[in-house]
């Protein structure tokens, strides 16, 4: 009997520590959940409409929270925070989206918007470097890089027409990309490169003034002595 009773008294001490300990458990994470939340409407709320977007990423970040593993979740609070200019944090979930899926170049894609964004040049450069080897069948994949190399990276802009060759290699009609590959030598005032692209380009889209009236009435008809800066 007595045995009996020290067992009991141990079941009930065991069965009063488990249900303190699953409450306090809950209390815990209900109250790290709130903290959670609290910091992040501190840390973004002063940002041009966070409050609109607030329903949209609150249940991004509640769905997160149930799914650690789930790269979409982090792709649309990525793309939710770029919407509201917070760049940091959108580098932060489309990292954690890629950690998960690495070969998913669309998550690669906004994440150098991101970049290019907050001008961080560098980064952005390498990150549609990577979107391109990850996808070298999309035409604007070509040009995004092009783009950054032309405007954002002195001493680098000889990479743009490595760049757009390789993507007329794939796409040897493409309006855009004959566009900037014409449009740089344009800019840089290499007479024999443009004439020889501007005529391909003139095929396609005879109605481009800029190319147009470079193409038959010389450079300076189109502007002075100073490069464009876009």
Do not use: C
Not at 39 to 52: C, L, M, P, Q, S
């Amino acid at each position: 009997m007595k045995f009996e009773k020290l067992s009991s008294g141990f079941a009930k001490k065991i069965s009063i520590f488990l249900l303190v300990s699953i409450v306090v458990t809950g209390v815990l994470a209900f109250n790290a959940s709130k903290i959670g939340d609290f910091i992040f409407v501190t840390k973004y709320r002063n940002y041009a409409g966070f409050w609109n977007s607030y329903p949209a990423l609150k249940e991004n970040r509640d769905f997160i929270r149930k799914n650690p593993s789930n790269d979409s979740a982090y792709y649309s609070l990525g793309q939710g925070l770029y919407g509201l200019k917070a760049y940091d944090g959108a580098i932060d979930a489309f990292t954690h989206a890629i950690a998960i899926t690495p070969n998913a170049y669309y998550y690669w894609a906004f994440l150098g918007k991101a970049y290019q964004a907050k001008k961080d040049y560098a980064k952005a450069r390498d990150t549609y470097a990577k979107v391109l080897e990850l996808e070298p069948g999309k035409k604007v994949n070509y040009t995004n890089l092009a783009w950054l190399y032309y405007f954002r990276l002195p001493g680098e802009e000889y990479k743009a027409y490595e760049v757009l060759q390789k993507g007329l290699e794939k796409f040897p009609t493409d309006k855009d990309i004959l566009f900037d590959i014409t449009r740089f030598y344009l800019y840089d005032k290499n007479e024999v490169e443009f004439r020889k692209y501007a005529k391909r380009y003139l095929k396609i889209d005879p109605t481009s003034e800029l190319i147009k009236k470079a193409y038959e009435k010389g450079f300076e008809s189109v502007f002075g002595s100073d490069k464009p800066t876009e």
